[in-house]
């Protein structure tokens, strides 16, 4: 049987399976996952695993996923390379590849799996020399190929798969790995950082470079803000909590203390970004109302999902926003992700398209 390999947030493996299996449902493909609470990975078994994958590409709770063409058990320590090579070069026949850009060896999360964790760390080293050896790997990393993606359960078994240049995560198994800014007023700053590169792609910087205004609500103490401070927007912080002394020297800033909720700008900004820990349908309700009144061009915004239901909770806003801005603004981009930085929540970003009039 074919499946898929999904990696989540440890503790979100009942979102990400109902998220594929509805996927599933849609393409007219069934599948079932026997899953593990938190490991930070579904294997979703389903005979139509390779073509579903290629619709895999705007899941929200899967951070990375690839189809798992073999699987390997009883790997002999004194020789794990030979059966794995032989898999490789099977399903190297089967999808006509070449050679592969790169090798990944992969684990669970948590702490049952640190011990594999550290072995697949180093296992990539004798793999890498294998498949130099046989000239089916790139002299030089290469995104533009295939990538091997070896998924190690513990040091005796292994998921085999290769993935596809166009789905592939920005970040193997979607761990962004973002240095934290030593100036940057909170951690939960790296959570905007990533989401610009995820949503905005890595020029982000330079997109940013071009906007001027800014709104942060739920700003306190400032690690969003400073994101934007930090490309140079003057930004309105909106929140009854203190900001950070050092951002607010910038000259940058204006703190308002005010109601989120209610405070509006008094000429549209570029970006409006939320972290205000509120109900996740209001707040999606008044992002769409700032750019529907064109008050913001764009928004990035966090939904803090509730312990249960959370998979249902963000389809019933999706519905919602999807119904606000289907017909009126046709040209809208909705894109949403539980990105390696968020803890119990989501992030979207929303573009109606509405800034020219
Ligand atoms: C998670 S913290 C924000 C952290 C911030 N993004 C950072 O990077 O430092 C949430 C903030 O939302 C603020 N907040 C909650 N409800 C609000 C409302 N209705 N209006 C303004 N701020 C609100 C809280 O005071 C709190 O400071």
């Not at 109902?18 to 599948?31: F, R, V």
Request: with cysteine.
């Amino acid at each position: 049987m074919s499946a898929l390999m999904l990696f989540c947030r440890p503790g979100f493996e009942k979102e990400c399976m109902a998220e594929i299996t509805e996927l599933a449902g849609s393409k007219e493909a069934y599948g079932w996952a026997s899953i593990e609470m938190n490991s930070g990975f579904v294997v979703f078994e389903c005979e139509q695993a390779h073509s579903l994958y290629s619709h895999c590409d705007n899941l929200v709770f899967s951070r990375d996923v690839w189809p798992i063409s073999s699987r390997l058990s009883d790997l002999d320590p004194q020789d794990r390379i030979s059966p794995i090579i032989a898999s490789v070069d099977q399903l190297m026949k089967e999808k006509g590849v070449k050679s592969f850009g790169d090798v990944s060896t992969e684990h669970a999360e948590g702490d049952d799996y640190r011990a594999t964790a550290k072995f697949a760390g180093k296992f990539v080293h004798p793999v890498r020399q294998a498949l130099r050896k046989l000239g089916w790997l790139s002299k030089k990393e290469d995104p533009s190929k295939p990538m091997l993606r070896l998924f190690f359960k513990d040091s005796t078994q292994v998921l085999v798969g290769a993935d596809k240049p166009r789905l592939r995560a920005k970040w193997p198994m979607g761990i962004a790995r973002l240095r934290f800014p030593a100036a940057a007023p909170s951690r939960s700053t790296l959570k905007l950082e990533e989401a610009f590169g995820f949503f905005l792609g890595d020029d982000w910087r330079e997109q940013l470079s071009h906007c001027r205004t800014g709104v942060d609500l739920g700003a306190s103490p400032g690690g969003w803000t400073w994101q934007l401070v930090n490309q140079g927007l003057y930004t309105y912080a909106i929140d009854n909590g203190p900001m950070n002394k050092q951002l607010m020297d910038s000259g940058l800033v204006e703190h308002v203390a005010a109601d989120g909720f209610t405070w509006k700008p008094p000429l549209m900004v570029d970006w409006l970004v939320c972290d205000m820990i509120e109900k996740p349908g209001r707040v999606a309700q008044l992002m769409y109302e700032w750019l529907h009144n064109r008050q913001a061009k764009y928004a990035i915004f966090n939904l803090k999902l509730p312990m249960k239901k959370r998979f249902q909770e963000w389809q019933d806003i999706k519905a919602q926003l999807d119904i606000a801005k289907t017909g009126q603004y046709p040209k809208a981009v909705m894109k949403a992700k539980h990105l390696y930085h968020d803890r119990e929540e989501i992030t979207v970003f929303l573009d109606l398209g509405n800034q020219n009039g």
